[in-house]
T-cell receptor
């Protein structure tokens, strides 16, 4: 079945460092890919998405490119801030299905800690 | 962006109590709502998918008599944890989708349930 694999955390960086969180996926169809962020004690917020190969999703300085050849969707940010400290989840969904279930399959999450 | 409201944010109650959690889509019609459970420092586990006006579809291993889901309108779904016990303590998160192609799930802020 479909699956998502994320790099294990925690990832600890100093402020203004470059961030990469790796995400690879396995899917039989042509999924859409997402990054969600979860701040402590809160639900998930959609950070960015990409719906087809070579699409680049971007938001708040974060970006990720849908790479079909490597089945990857790595999250990057050029200069992290303390406020970026959170758990980041990579996810996929086959939104092309017509049955409207649109299940999300999540990776295990990667905790990011940014120190001042 | 789309807003999903989840209430209450925190519940503390005695063992044997039934607890109801509400999930509302505030600015769009949610044809499909999802209920997740999240254990500390772990990913989200999908419990069930509910479509407005029909019975929920539960994931394998989730007790449907224990976790009652109602999706009576396009803006409201409820999860009732019946006769809750300490092992039901967890973080429960709902999400909602309009069901249209390429539209992602939007998440509530979660409910932390603590059973004493």
């Amino acid at each position: 079945g479909d699956s998502v694999t994320q790099m294990e955390g925690p990832v600890t960086l100093s402020e203004e460092a470059f961030l990469t969180i790796n995400c690879t996926y396995t899917a039989t169809g042509y999924p859409s890919l997402f990054w969600y962020v979860q701040y402590p004690g809160e639900g998930l917020q959609l950070l960015l998405k990409a719906t087809k190969a070579d699409d680049k999703g971007s938001n708040k300085g974060f970006e990720a490119t849908y790479r079909k050849e490597t089945t990857s969707f790595h999250l990057e940010k050029g200069s992290v801030q303390v406020s970026d400290s959170a758990v980041y989840f990579c996810a996929l969904s086959d939104l092309g299905r017509r049955d409207s279930s649109y299940k999300l399959i999540f990776g295990s999450g990667t905790r990011l800690l940014v120190r001042p | 962006g789309a807003v999903v409201s989840q209430h209450p944010s925190r519940v503390i109650c005695k063992s044997g109590t039934s607890v109801k959690i509400e999930c509302r889509s505030l600015d769009f019609q949610a044809t499909t709502m999802f209920w997740y459970r999240q254990f500390p420092k772990q990913s989200l586990m999908l419990m069930a998918t509910s479509n407005e006006g029909s019975k929920a579809t539960y994931e394998q291993g989730v007790e449907k008599d224990k976790f009652l889901i109602n999706h009576a309108s396009l803006t409201l779904s409820t999860l009732t944890v019946t006769s809750a016990h300490p092992e039901d303590s967890s973080f429960y998160i709902c999400s909602a989708s309009s069901g249209y192609s390429n539209q992602p799930q939007h998440f509530g802020d979660g409910t932390r349930l603590s059973i004493l």
